[in-house]
């Protein structure tokens, strides 16, 4: 849930590989947040408003942050497998 409790973030596979959306609580803006070739999954929204999540993006998964919008994507965490990222 985002801080304001008005939008949700998920994964899905809705598009061929597992991707970041988020949407309204009613369903409605659904909305997809990242678009790199790799699996981004786990995506935990922070009270700073930006999103947790996870990829094996640069290698190895582990932890990336990214603001609401899907952009100033960072990677967190630099070493071995980093998983189920949380606040």
């Known amino acids: ?17 597992q991707k970041i959306y988020a949407m309204n609580v009613d369903g409605t803006g659904v909305t997809r947040l990242t678009n790199s070739q790799f699996a981004e999954t786990e995506p ?23 603001n609401a919008n899907g952009t100033g994507v960072t990677r967190l965490s630099n070493r071995g497998y980093s998983v189920n990222p949380n606040w």
């Open 1 to 17: 849930w985002s801080p304001d409790g008005m939008k949700v973030a998920f994964s899905t596979t809705r598009d061929g590989n």
């Open 44 to 66: 935990a929204w922070g009270g700073n408003g930006k999103i947790l999540f996870t990829s094996p993006r640069g290698g190895s998964w582990g932890i990336h942050v990214m």
